[in-house]
């Protein structure tokens, strides 16, 4: 069993910034992956960045350059830094883990957190 809480969501203005973070607890997996997605109402939940147990990392196409995922792992913490943010970034953004034998970027992911909201005004 897994707990994930997000957390660092609010509003902001176009092209500015937000970071949010993830803390897991209870890991039931020797070695578990971390990702961040997004979902708006009406709309297919979608990867947003994912981070592999080599530490190499993986982006949606719409965030590269802006968004860059990171983990602390004395703090079993994962963060996302939201940078240049835009109108088309408001969503709920979640944080799920999954075991990283998973192929891929976007697959197999078990334990998801309740969300975060993130608001974008132009």
């Known amino acids: 069993q897994v707990q994930l809480v997000e957390s660092g969501g609010g509003s902001v203005q176009a092209g500015g910034s937000l970071r949010l973070s993830c803390a897991a607890s209870?890991?039931?997996?020797?070695?578990?992956?971390m990702g961040w997605f997004r979902q708006v109402p009406g709309k297919e939940r979608e990867g947003v960045a994912a981070?592999?147990?080599?530490?190499?990392?993986s982006y949606a196409s719409p965030v590269k350059g802006r968004f860059t995922i990171s983990q602390d792992n004395a703090k079993n913490t994962l963060y996302l830094q939201m940078n240049s943010l835009k109108p088309e970034d408001t969503a709920m953004y979640y944080c799920?883990?999954?075991?990283?034998?998973?192929?891929?970027?976007?697959?197999?992911?078990?334990?998801w957190g309740q969300g975060t909201q993130v608001t974008v005004s132009s």
């Open positions: 209870g890991k039931t997996y020797r070695r578990y992956c």
């Open positions: 799920a883990s999954r075991p990283c034998w998973y192929g891929g970027s976007w697959w197999g992911y078990d334990y």
């Open positions: 981070i592999g147990s080599d530490g190499s990392t």
